[in-house]
């Protein structure tokens, strides 16, 4: 019997690297043919985090976007294209989209609950915080938290970006290139709004006794006050640099020292663990004693990233079904300012066969979210029709109305009304009963679907704000499609 099996066809970007701030366009040609599974199909920025610092230490890097507030919002993968095109050799443009980033980052925080978002931790370029034990995992290294073997330096380190989350019709099962010619896609990348930071760096106090405070002789181990059932309970690894400090008494000298930690010692039976360093860390002699003995993790000196790579993973289709129609929504940009208005009131030409409008507001400090607490109400009219009876108040039941009817429209689910994009503050993790709290990332959007009309629609925005009032926004017009070989 003749198995035909699917096949796996990487594609190395035509421009090349590495990429950075100034050049940051990636473009791709593939197809050859080829039947593609688009849906399965992605891009991979590969990433490579190098950290100077202790010698021989293993430090835990991870990258967030960079706010002018000192909490950052959590971006998603497709955070990293600003634009991109998809054309095809025989039909032409696809999709030209302008400010993906923005559209497509808030609407997965509408679109996905937070236990989906978090559970994509393995595939985050930037990591969200364990809700029930606040550990701080990044893809950028594989961290071992028992035994001695010592956690891992990931290099080049795959970003995935589904190409489905960038272009509506790359969720088709099936598109076949030898109808449509060859494929190339062209991005550009966000790259100079993303920075590193290092994970696990926030202070652990108090948490370490002397495996025996009077005990003479050399000490190179530390047994830890802290007990935990499993590694996820604990936030030291094999390679962590770290600082030793310990009160002596009895005559012994005071302790303040940097180490490595070279094997840590899981007692199943009591939860204790036991940490062993590369070097002595103290030494005591008859009556002599340490208290208020503290191992916190230490900062590196210096980290830059690099973007080693890029490229296009595609499937392949053995077996293909024959599809003649892809229907799908691409979408048109329009941005705009509002001068800090707090009576805004704009006129807006909508294209003829538009079925849903969204009106987001980047945020002044980080440029992701559509963040604007000083929106309060706002109405739309359609052809000089009232698209609400009354005027939609910010977080009414009518608000939350419109956002449900949106979000269908636009062919999602809704499955999170939290309406907040999450946030890490810097190094140090907080509460995550704060995660979600924050209110520089709170997001607010203006939107409703849109009747189609044999003409150019007119769309009046009438927003009503107080302080700062109305100022950077993006009208996202989605306008439906049919590919047909």
Known sequence: MLFIMDKVIKINSSTAPPFTVNQNLVRFTFGSGDVLNLRDSYMNINVT?????????VYVPDLQWKSANAYKPIPQNVSFVRNAFLQCARKGMLESLSRIDLMKTNLHNYTKSQREL???????????????????????????????IKSRIAKSVPVQIRLGDMFDICNAPEFDTEKAGDLTLEAELNLDDFEVVQRYADLIVDAFLGENDAVVGAKTQIVSQVKANTPSGVKNYVGQAVKIVATGAGGAANVDIDAIISGVEWNKSTNVWTYTFDRQWGVLTAGQSYTGIIVAPTAWTSASVEYDSAEIVMKTVAKPQGIDKIFYHTFSTEETNGNALTNFQRQYQIEPEADNVMILFPSADNRLNSTNTDIQSYRLRLNNENLTNEKVVVDSPLYYDRVAMLIDGMGHDLRNLQQ???TNKGAAAIPWADVYTQQEMKLVQVGNPLWASDRTKLLQVNISATGGGVNQLVLYKTLPRVFEY
């Open 49 to 57: 985090i190098d950290v100077e610092g202790e010698a021989g230490a």
């Open 118 to 148: 978090y559970s994509e931790g393995y595939l985050r370029c930037s990591m969200i915080q364990n809700p029930i034990n606040g550990e701080e995992n990044t893809i950028y290294r594989q961290i071992n938290k028992t035994g001695t």
């Open 420 to 422: 907040n994009s999450g």
